[in-house]
């Protein structure tokens, strides 16, 4: 792990919601606009700009280019796009930043669910041969990996529920969430199922969104903002594609990318999961060694609020936004791409 | 300050119009197993996986690299997609060098393909919807333009059509390899884009390019030469916007620029011995050696005039063929870094320009306005 630190300094989300009347780049302006402004900085000193974004969202090949219009990119800037969560983008952004010749840089993630039929798109993204043909869909392969760990004894449908219960619960208080509620874990119990064993509620909340986050080195966030939100460790892996190679009730890639992270060298007093599923949330819980002494989800999570694309790249926000205001001093997010938790990377942040 | 960086392995495809031999992960994995045989390594070596392609529609899967990080020995390691339209190849380098320059990792495997069997490229480029011109017929009212600002005769885009092509002949791997190539066979050729005949445009082709970077160490265990990189840089820019010069794109000049300056050039024209340039139609050749200042303005098309770009020439242009004679789209970017990287390591085989010890990258995308270069040496300090 190379030895600068950067910290966030700023971030901005477009409103998040199931269908937006917005354009992907209007959402990606709004987002970016707003973390310019609260970092308090100049968009021409920006020295690096990433994106992550995924055309198949949306349906048009190039989609993302339409974004650079919400870059400032005149005069022209050193930019890089990634095809995945904006998680990623960040990392990407971390890594340039490391080279110590530019001190700024914007990040940004963004996607328009509403346009397609999950049912449709997400088989499209596993192997043609061998799984598209299936048409397994995204709430199918969610359910066949809950059941895997249900009946690994590690859960029961109740810690689920429950799980499910705390999301909506804490999605109360945050106004991007596309759902929230009140109901304990029985009432949840009590509806029907969408995929057994998974219920609704069990289930992601797609939308539309962007999120954006500026990056500076430690020295110029310290002439920025009071309270420097630290990237103290970020790393990411990926588990094999094929379902049936693996065990879909745990999460090796998630437990690497938080040991090389740096997760045991502290408590994390809160943690932001970007799970598919509850039951995803659990075995990334799991994997991460996270127990009853850290706060999961503040912000509701993932599964309340999913624009995809932009959903992990919120994670990271939703935990900088925790560690900027004291509420922890040291914070996890996690974020992930692909089906059935395949790739996962996790964020360790600190306040001084 | 960034660490040292090289290629210390290159690895292609054999380039087709079909590779039907060849699943996706099949194609990848080619590439990969050349590039990590040439460095003298297994998948077990390497730190992080960098993957690029041109958009996930022109083979219908998305993210397409969740599936091939099975082929590509990822799995347990990071993965990363880039994705920045025609330049994707370039920019895939860039970030995996970026990886071993922060001092992350010490071995990165970089790949880029295309399979344009799979899908329908045209449909591709217009965004799904009908009615697309292509990218030819993007290109083509920029490459008018260029002609009418320079006043370049019609014949120079049918010199640079049979030049690359005669060095496909000195490339295994290129896709097209016509012999019979000649001036009189370009012009007669049917017109596709006005200017642009069909034998001065890019064909369409399955194919996949791999390198493996290094740091310092890793290079001094590789057993064939490295190829340092003393220069990185990539530049976006809007699609379109009333004044934005599209022939000589402001991207592009301040890409060139930002290169020269971390390679220490300051007149690439004489210190540069070899370039691989994105030329998918024959006249951005003249076209980029202007818009990236190694000839002055209107002097582009007189160095194809004279010969100064052919195999023996002062300044070298896509001796492997170019992205005229093999054009995996995804891939295609990083096919120009490879072939640039090999040249500095006196492995390009029969279409080496001789004692060639520093050679551009460059690769382009979208409306001509993403850009991505690197510098390669033969030696770490010039």
């Known amino acids: 792990m190379p030895a600068n630190d950067i910290a966030i300094v700023g971030w901005g989300l477009a409103p998040i919601e199931a269908r937006s009347p917005a354009t992907e780049p209007q959402l990606c302006l709004a987002a970016n606009l707003a973390a310019i402004a609260s970092a308090g900085i100049d968009r021409h000193d920006v020295g690096f700009t990433c994106a992550g974004s995924c055309d198949y969202l949306t349906g048009g090949p190039f989609a993302f280019v339409a974004n650079l219009d919400a870059a400032g990119a005149w005069p022209p800037i050193a930019e890089s796009h990634v095809e995945m969560d904006g998680a990623w983008a960040l990392y990407e952004a971390w890594v340039r930043l490391q080279h110590g010749d530019i001190d700024l840089a914007l990040v940004f993630g963004s996607g328009k669910s509403s346009p397609s039929n999950p049912i449709e798109l997400y088989p499209q993204q596993l192997d043609p041969y061998y799984l598209s043909p299936l048409g397994l869909d995204p709430d199918s392969l969610s359910a066949l990996q809950a059941r895997a760990l249900l009946d690994s004894g590690r859960a029961t449908e109740r810690d689920l529920a429950e799980a499910a219960a705390r999301d909506r619960q804490a999605a109360q208080g945050n106004p991007h969430a596309i759902v929230s509620g009140a109901e304990d874990a029985d009432t949840l119990l009590a509806s ?143 974020a992930t791409n692909g089906q059935a938790l395949q790739h996962n990377l996790v964020c360790i942040l600190e306040a001084d | ?180 190539i000649s001036l009189e066979k370009v012009k007669e050729s049917p017109m596709l884009w006005d200017p642009l005949h069909f034998l001065e445009s890019c064909p369409s082709s399955d194919g996949a390019c791999a390198v493996v970077l290094g740091d310092a160490g890793a290079a001094a265990a590789s057993p064939n030469p490295p190829a340092w990189i003393l220069a990185t840089s990539v530049r976006s820019e809007p699609s379109t916007f009333p004044g934005r010069d599209a022939v000589r794109p402001r991207g592009g000049v301040e890409c060139a620029h930002d290169v020269y300056r971390q390679a220490g050039i300051t007149n690439p024209r004489q210190e540069i011995d070899v370039a691989e340039l994105y030329v998918p139609f024959s006249w951005y050749e003249p076209m980029w050696l202007e818009g990236h200042d190694i000839a002055g303005p209107g002097e582009g098309w007189r160095m194809v005039d004279s010969g100064e770009t052919e195999i023996g020439g002062g300044f070298p242009v896509n001796a492997s063929g170019g992205v005229l004679s093999s054009n995996p789209i995804g891939a295609s970017g990083m096919l120009r870094m490879a072939e640039a990287a090999n040249q500095v390591r006196g492995l390009a085989g029969a279409h080496q320009v001789d004692g060639a010890r520093l050679s551009l990258g460059q690769a382009y995308g979208g409306n001509a306005q993403y850009f991505s270069m690197m510098v390669f040496s033969s030696t770490l300090e010039r």
């Open chain 2, 1 to 180: 300050m960034a660490q040292p960086c090289a290629v210390i392995g290159v690895g292609q495809t054999k380039h087709a119009k079909a590779r039907a031999d060849l699943s996706m992960p099949g194609l990848v994995r080619e590439a990969a197993l050349r590039a990590l045989d040439d460095a003298g390594l297994g998948f077990g070596d390497i730190d992080a996986v960098v993957i690029g392609k041109a958009p996930d529609a022109f083979e219908g899967v998305m993210q397409p690299e969740l599936f091939l990080a099975d082929a590509l020995g990822a799995a347990g390691k990071p993965m990363i997609r880039v994705h920045t339209a025609g330049s994707v190849g370039g920019s895939t380098v860039v970030v995996g060098a970026h990886l071993v320059e922060s001092g992350i990792h010490q071995r990165v495997l970089a790949v880029a393909w295309e399979k344009q069997s799979e899908g329908n490229a045209q449909w591709g480029l217009a965004g799904g919807r009908s009615g697309g011109i292509g990218a030819g017929g993007a290109f083509a009212p920029y490459i008018r333009s260029y002609i009418e600002r320079s006043g370049a005769p019609d014949y120079i885009g049918w010199q640079v059509a049979v030049k690359d092509r005669l060095n496909a002949l000195k490339n295994p791997y290129a896709h097209l390899q016509l012999p019979d």
């Open chain 1, 192 to 334: 029907p199922y969408t995929a057994p064993p998974l219920r609704a509620h069990d289930l992601p909340a797609r939308g539309d969104g962007a999120a954006a986050v500026i990056l500076a080195t430690a020295e110029r966030a310290r002439s920025l903002v009071e309270r420097p939100v630290y990237i103290r460790g970020i790393a990411h892996r990926l588990d094999v594609h094929q379902p049936g190679m693996r065990d879909l009730a745990t999460s090796p890639s998630t437990t690497a990318a938080g040991r090389a992270a740096g997760l045991g060298e502290g408590r994390v007093e809160l943690a932001e999961l970007h799970g598919g599923s509850t039951a995803q949330e659990l075995i990334v819980a799991e994997a991460l060694g996270l127990g009853g002494t850290t706060t999961i989800n503040p912000s509701g999570g993932a599964l309340t609020a999913d624009p995809v694309m932009a959903t992990g790249l919120i994670r990271i926000i939703e935990a900088a936004r925790r560690v900027a205001d004291g509420t922890a001093r040291r914070a996890l997010a996690h």
